[in-house]
């Protein structure tokens, strides 16, 4: 509704400000008195008759005078109350025309050929969303939606252009900007300074877009949505159906209209249930359920019915709409689910684990048959089902105290199950011990997801349980005999390398004293010959005797150098240094804080030709210009280290399996010295050098613990 302005009266320029139609008559008296005085001075000016005229004129002039007077009088008073009649008339068309132009349902607009607002209704200036005053002079076009300015151009060309009424229907913007739709019925017409003006009826009509396109939407959803849908009278005649309601049922739009649903009835269901169906279609105005119909086909299928009333004002039923789908597909594949999970549930039942499945909230949906016969042999009560068998139960909330598990593997498999429900685990698997009633058995959970929850399976692992626990006693016994086996074996090892070490020696002393004597007697002897034999052959022999004994002495020396007893260990090592830096030309550096305690002979052999070995192999092999020896005592331990500046090589790739090794060179030192209870550290890398340490504690070696 269109707002109303102030009284007509308050509009009218002929009453001044604040006087009301009421006050008209007073207003009236006072101007007429005041009309009067003027009147009076204006006749004694115009008189035609002075007042000593007027006094001498006779009676007969007097009446006469008199008589036209009141004649005139009366004329007046006639034209007077015309007046008054005319203001009146004049009063209620200017009314009239405030309730028929100021207070119409539409808006009226006058807008120049430039397109600016002359003037405005105030219906007009309340759909724009303004006051009327400050409409004059704005551009009409302001008003309309930007993507409708160009069919509010084209239609204020033509209007000015051929003068024909024009309607259009146009979004415009009202003066805060909110859209709004309207009618434009224009015209154009002629004002009195010759010009055109264009008159704009205004009408708002977003409420009938908005309810055309409720309908439209309806009617596309009607034609389109891929459920079927038919209309009934309220005595049930089917008056419209869409296109869905063909596909679905067979029957053209000709053949049901006019039919009752009953042409669809497949004879699968009692009247009790028809009966039903109208008995809520009339109390409750609604009706939702499955229901077997036939095709024209003749063939049955399901569908989900939906049937709502529809009421008018008074609530009397005036039709119902039908909506309906076909779900025999759906109920087929129902059925196939049901067939799969009895398949899946006969072989859950045929596992030997104990299976329970949950749904998203931890509540038991089905168990098999192995579980239920765990939960009755553990019950308390015998042939009494524990509680958390049952389908229906939330196995989370009355696990534990059911199955009556430990506390920290309960705690476990609850939070593994509830971390699977809300999805922060892909599933899990643990092991974990219940005590029943009976006995202690021990479980194996897994605990799986899927779509619809999640599998708990249980199998009793006890047996294999005790018989882990068994294998590990017997893995402990033998690991036991092992280790006192190895200590046997390296102890027989140890005297094995003591026992060669003095064959060593002795077959030393032997190659010295006896074959070494020997050599030296035949060279004395050939030395000695007489002049007669012949000179070269004795050298020959001589030079043949010196090469054997050379080779004897070195010989000796390899197996055990006579230094090493006779004067100890280091003095041993020195010797070796200038040994190797004569033989090989390697420079050997030598630390060491004097003389050892007392070493076992044996041993002190032992080391020294391990010492050898190495700087051999510095010398051979390690490309080294450089090489260090040290022999320190470090507590209970004799720690002797080889150095070199050489290629270095991998120890994790050298020292795999190097106990398993056999023959000479690192695995022959390596062995013997793991045998006498040392250690061999390795500690290089390719391309610096390398260093290996050799520790002997002196409870091993010293000869003052061996005599003890």
């Not at 807008?111 to 759909?127: F, M, Q």
Request: glycine share 6%; proline share 4%.
């Amino acid at each position: 509704m269109p707002v109303k302005d102030k009284d007509p009266a308050a509009c009218d320029s002929r009453y001044p400000k604040g006087i009301t139609p009421q006050g008209q008559a007073t207003v009236v008296a006072s101007a007429g008195q005041s009309l009067r005085r003027r009147a009076e001075a204006i006749a004694l000016e115009k008189a035609s008759h002075s007042p000593e005229q007027l006094a001498a004129l006779s009676p007969e002039a007097t009446r006469k005078l008199l008589h036209d007077l009141h004649v005139h009088q009366i004329e007046l008073e006639m034209q007077s109350d015309e007046l008054r009649r005319v203001q009146v008339a004049l009063d209620t068309s200017r009314a009239r025309y405030f309730d028929l132009y100021d207070l119409a349902p539409v808006g009226y607009c006058s807008v120049s050929e430039p397109g600016l607002i002359i003037e405005a209704n105030l219906t007009a200036a309340t759909l724009l969303g303004t006051a009327r005053v400050a409409l004059a002079g704005q551009p009409f076009s302001r008003f309309i939606f930007k993507d409708d300015v160009d069919s509010y151009s084209l239609l204020h060309k033509r209007i000015f252009a051929s003068g024909e009424a024009q309607s259009r229907e146009l979004r415009m913007l009202r003066f805060d900007g909110k859209p709004f739709w309207a009618q434009l019925d224009v015209a154009t017409m002629h004002v009195e300074d010759g010009t055109s003006v264009m008159r704009i009826v205004l009408s708002g009509i977003t409420a009938r877009k908005q309810a055309e396109e409720k309908l439209q939407l309806a009617a596309s959803v009607f034609t389109h949505v891929q459920e079927g849908i038919f209309i009934t009278q309220a005595d049930g005649t089917i008056i419209d159906i869409n296109a869905s309601f063909s596909r679905i049922t067979g029957y053209s739009r000709d053949e049901a209209l006019g039919q009752n649903p009953r042409l669809l009835s497949s004879g699968h269901h009692e009247k009790s249930f028809y009966a039903a169906l109208w008995r809520s279609l009339l109390e409750q105005g609604h009706w939702c359920g499955e229901i077997w119909n036939r095709r024209k086909s003749g063939e049955v299928f399901v569908e989900m019915l939906n049937i709502s009333a529809v009421r008018d004002a008074q609530g009397i039923t005036r039709h119902y709409v039908a909506l309906f789908s076909n779900i025999t597909e759906r109920k087929q594949a129902e059925e196939a689910l049901r067939e799969r999970d009895a398949f899946n549930l006969a072989i859950l039942d045929a596992l030997s684990a104990e299976i329970a499945v949950l749904d998203r909230d931890g509540v038991i949906i089905a168990v098999n048959q192995p579980w239920k016969r765990f939960a009755t042999e553990n019950s308390m009560k015998p042939g009494q089902p524990v509680p958390h068998v049952k389908v229906g139960t939330n196995y989370l909330a009355v696990c534990q105290a059911s199955v009556g598990a430990s506390a920290d593997g309960a705690g476990s498999a609850l939070d593994g199950i509830r971390a699977v429900l809300d999805g922060r685990l892909p599933g899990f698997s643990l092991e974990y011990p219940c005590h029943s009633p009976k006995k202690k058995r021990w479980f194996s959970m897994s605990v799986s997801p899927f779509r619809e929850g999640v599998l708990v399976s249980h199998t009793d692992i006890t047996a294999r349980k005790q018989a882990e626990e068994k294998l590990r006693e017997m893995a402990v016994e033998l690991e036991a005999r092992v280790s006192k086996r190895t200590k046997q074996l390296r102890r027989v090892s140890a005297q094995l390398t003591m026992s060669e070490e003095r064959e060593r020696r002795m077959l030393a002393q032997n190659l010295h004293d006896d074959l070494g004597q020997l050599l030296a007697i035949i060279k004395i002897k050939l030395t000695s010959l007489g002049d007669g034999s012949p000179r070269s052959s004795v050298n020959t022999i001589v030079e043949l005797v010196d090469q054997a004994d050379l080779a004897v002495r070195m010989i000796t020396l390899q197996l055990s150098p006579p230094i090493l007893h006779t004067l100890g260990l280091m003095p041993a090592l020195d010797w070796l240094v200038e040994e190797m830096e004569q033989r090989y030309h390697l420079a050997v550096h030598v630390d060491h804080d004097g003389e050892p305690r007392p070493l076992v002979d044996e041993i002190q052999a032992m080391l020294f030709r391990s010492v050898r070995e190495l700087l051999i192999n510095v010398a051979r092999h390690a490309k080294a210009s450089d090489a260090s020896l040290s022999c320190l005592c470090q507590g209970s331990q004799l720690i002797i280290a080889v150095s070199d500046n050489g290629c270095g090589f991998d120890p994790s790739q050298y020292l795999v399996g190097l106990s398993r090794r056999r023959g000479f060179g690192l695995c022959s030192i390596y062995e013997r010295i793991i045998n006498i209870g040392g250690e061999m550290e390795f500690d290089s890398s390719p391309g610096n050098g390398t260093t290996i340490t050799l520790s002997i504690p002196y409870s091993i070696a010293a000869k003052e613990y061996q005599t003890s």
